[in-house]
T-cell receptor
Framework: TQLLEQSPQFLSIQEGENLTVYCNSS?????LQWYRQEPGEGPVLLVT?????EVKKLKRLTFQFGDARKDSSLHITAAQPGYTGNYLC????????FGSGTQLTVLP | GAVVSQHPSRVICKSGTSVKIECRSL??????MFWYRQFPKQSLMLMAT?????????EQGVEKDKFLINHASLTLSTLTVTSAHPEDSSFYIC?????????????FGPGTRLTVL
């Protein structure tokens, strides 16, 4: 299993700030999923992107799939403490590929 | 979204015993399921790919005789940790692959916390 390069690994910000998480790979994916995981629980699917250049929004979260379907980003606008958690990207191709996760802490 | 369950959610066992963990896709069929383990504050580590009706494919470094996987139906995969030892204590998670036309989506179970005394 190849790793998606996910960055940053850790991020601590104040409530109201914006942030972006990146997932990059040299592989082309048929789809890419973003998940959020809280301690002691399994990852929960946030969104699936399929088409190159696709943009999806989920409240304050904006997900983008690269034109070549090799990379993706998650942008959070005016983050709130409730968004604290571990964010994980996972790409689907001939094999499963996932990032190392981004531990986000939003301080009140 | 699709639902994947795991049972049990927590298990405590004595060293040397075997423990079985079930992973079920409740509202879709999954020809492929995956098993992971996760240590505190670390990322998921893929252990094996479970294929319905055939042998599981294990990642490098994962002992297939230690971690037995059976995918007997399109909605159930089991992971048996044989002769468990304290170092096997971990958080075990499964995911099930749902086919959506030309791509697959992974849905994760809630995880099983294994503690070996």
């Amino acid at each position: 299993t190849q790793l998606l390069e996910q960055s940053p690994q850790f991020l601590s910000i104040q409530e109201g700030e914006n942030l972006t998480v990146y997932c990059n790979s040299s592989s082309v994916f048929s789809s890419l999923q973003w998940y959020r995981q809280e301690p002691g629980e399994g990852p929960v699917l946030l969104v699936t992107v399929v088409t190159g250049g696709e943009v999806k929004k989920l409240k304050r979260l904006t997900f983008q799939f690269g034109d070549a379907r090799k990379d993706s980003s998650l942008h959070i606008t005016a983050a709130q403490p409730g968004y604290t958690g571990n964010y994980l990207c996972m790409g689907s191709a001939r094999q499963l590929t996932f990032g190392s996760g981004t531990q986000l802490t939003v301080l009140p | 979204g699709a639902v994947v369950s795991q049972h049990p959610s927590r298990v405590i066992c004595k060293s040397g015993t075997s423990v079985k963990i079930e992973c079920r896709s409740l509202d879709f069929q999954a020809t492929t399921m995956f098993w992971y383990r996760q240590f505190p504050k670390q990322s998921l580590m893929l252990m094996a790919t479970s294929n319905e009706g055939s042998k599981a494919t294990y990642e490098q470094g994962v002992e297939k005789d230690k971690f037995l996987i059976n995918h007997a139906s399109l909605t159930l995969s089991t992971l048996t940790v044989t002769s468990a030892h304290p170092e096997d204590s971990s958080f075990y998670i499964c995911s099930a692959s749902r086919v959506r036309g030309v791509y697959n989506e992974q849905f994760f179970g809630p995880g099983t916390r294994l503690t070996v005394l």
